[in-house]
């Protein structure tokens, strides 16, 4: 009986240390993607508009960096068993989706600095909500809802990488 509760007890911190890992990977590719949108901004802070393609062409890149992200999670800290998995990009998911549209909506300013990716990336992938002006549709229901998904673009990136490298694997 002892037995048993130690292999459950092993078994399921070996479950927690996984999660935590692809948790800190998932935070370093969101830094990296902050890092590679602030610089790309501050290019044009310098008042070289000829480099404004170099913002849009970097959002809509995003969800294929966040795909390599996956793709180079090491195997041996990566989330294992399909519920597992599912259930891991489902709370990393949501949870940040739910974020930028509170960010968007007015939230705490670190939120703009945190989920700046994101922020930035809708203005290349759903250009349309940002041309001209708006009704107060637009911009209380459907930008804010564009920053959500984005994040589930690259979320969806994420996902992607990790199956293709289980692919490759078997």
């Known amino acids: ?10 078994q399921a911190f070996d479950v927690l240390k996984r999660v935590c890992f692809c948790s800190l990977w998932l935070t370093a590719e969101q830094v990296l993607s902050c890092l590679l949108c602030f610089g790309a901004v501050q290019l044009l802070f310098s008042k070289n508009y ?5 913002v849009y062409a970097l959002g809509m890149a995003l969800p294929v960096l966040w795909g390599v992200g996956g793709r180079c999670l090491p195997t041996k800290f990566q989330v294992k068993g399909r519920w597992q998995t599912a259930i891991f990009l489902l709370l ?5 989706a739910v974020l930028c549209v ?3 909506l007015g939230g705490p300013d670190i ?9 930035m990336a809708r203005l290349a992938w759903f250009r349309p909500l ?19 998904g984005t994040h589930v673009l690259m979320m969806a990136g994420f996902a ?8 490759k694997k078997k």
């Open 92 to 96: 990393w998911t949501c949870l940040p």
């Open 102 to 104: 509170w960010a968007d």
């Open 111 to 119: 939120l703009w600095l945190t989920l700046y990716p994101q922020l």
């Open 1 to 10: 009986m002892r037995e048993t509760v130690l292999a459950q007890a092993k």
């Open 160 to 167: 992607v990488g990790l199956w293709a490298k289980r692919r």
């Open 130 to 148: 940002f041309e001209g002006a708006q009704p107060a549709y637009v911009h209380n229901n459907l930008q804010p809802l564009a920053a959500a």
């Open 50 to 54: 000829a480099l404004e393609w170099m």
